[in-house]
Nanobody
Framework: QVQLVESGGGLVQAGGSLRLSCAASGLTFSRYAMGWFHQAPGKEREFVAAISQSGARTSYADSVKGRFTISRDNAKNTMYLQMNSLKSDDTAVYYC?????????????????WGQGTQVTVSS
């Protein structure tokens, strides 16, 4: 079965960095656009970043542009999110998702598969 497993979350001070990973199995990874979403307590799941099947196209939420970088390694079936200059507002559970269409996944309902999430906590 399809599995998406996030890792790399943790506690970091404001201004610090984290690198999240999403390891995929049970699907042909290179055929899926991938995305990162986050969900803070009491809030809806929100788009963070997305990347096309080849990695040639990317998209970011305005709140993370210039601070976060999404990338993927199709040979390793893994997607990454490099998060720099972290702020307390970035505190949330971060989820990776896979979308079989050729549209970058910017809304949760477009995604076919989800990981279990990894907690990111930024202390001020």
């Amino acid at each position: 079965q399809v599995q998406l497993v996030e890792s790399g979350g943790g506690l970091v001070q404001a201004g610090g960095s984290l690198r999240l990973s999403c390891a995929a199995s049970g699907l042909t990874f290179s055929r899926y656009a991938m995305g990162w979403f986050h969900q803070a307590p009491g809030k809806e799941r929100e788009f963070v970043a997305a990347i096309s099947q080849s990695g040639a196209r990317t998209s970011y939420a305005d709140s993370v542009k210039g601070r976060f970088t999404i990338s993927r390694d199709n040979a390793k079936n893994t997607m990454y999110l490099q998060m720099n200059s972290l702020k307390s507002d970035d505190t949330a559970v971060y989820y990776c998702a896979a979308d079989s269409s050729f549209v970058l996944p910017r809304v949760p309902k477009s995604c076919d598969y989800w990981g279990q999430g990894t907690q990111v906590t930024v202390s001020s």
